[in-house]
C-alpha cells in the first residue's frame, strides 16, 4: 500500500469515526468538512465528498435528500439500521432551526400503504417530509 492510499483511507477512517461519533444525527459534507478541520485533520471539501460517496456504496452511510433547497445530509448507518432504513424512512424537518429527524414508523408506513391502496398513489418514503416543529423549538416558542 503506497502512502497516497493510506492517506486518503484515514481521511476516509475520520469522516467515519465522525459519523459514527455523532450516530443518529444528520450531518452535511460541510458540517464534517469543519468538523475535521477543527480537529486538525487536513482534508479537502471535495475529499470528504469522494469519500461519503465510498461509505454509502459500503452501506456505512445513508444520504438524505430533504429538498432542493437543502444540502443533503449523511448519517452513519450500521448494518441493521441500513437494511431498516431502506425499507422505509420518513423525515420530519423543524421550520425553525432546521433539525431533522428520520422516523421509522409503523403508523406512518400503514399511512403510506392506505395512500397507495385508496387513492392509487405511490409515496416515495425516502423523499417524504414532514414539516414542523422539533421538541425543542415548540418549548421554546411556548
Known amino acids: 500500500m503506497n ?8 481521511q476516509k477512517d475520520k469522516i467515519l469515526e465522525t459519523l459514527k461519533q455523532r450516530e443518529g444525527q444528520h ?16 482534508v479537502g471539501l471535495t475529499t470528504v465528498y469522494r469519500h461519503l460517496e465510498r461509505l454509502m456504496a459500503e452501506g456505512q452511510v445513508v444520504k438524505s435528500i430533504v ?10 448507518c450500521s448494518d441493521e439500521e441500513h437494511d431498516h432504513h431502506h425499507d422505509s424512512c420518513y423525515h420530519c424537518k423543524c421550520v425553525r432551526c432546521g433539525r431533522l429527524v428520520h422516523i421509522h414508523c409503523d403508523d406512518v408506513s400503514k399511512l403510506e400503504q392506505h395512500i397507495r ?22 418549548r421554546e416558542k411556548a
Open 27 to 42: 450531518l452535511t459534507a460541510m458540517d464534517i468538512y469543519r468538523m475535521l478541520k477543527n480537529k486538525g485533520v487536513k
Open 117 to 138: 391502496e385508496e387513492h392509487g398513489f405511490y409515496v416515495d418514503p425516502h423523499r417524504t417530509v414532514f414539516f414542523g416543529l422539533c421538541e425543542d423549538c415548540r
Open 3 to 10: 502512502s497516497k492510499t493510506a492517506y486518503r483511507t484515514l
Open 67 to 76: 429538498d432542493e433547497n437543502t444540502p443533503a445530509c449523511f448519517e452513519y
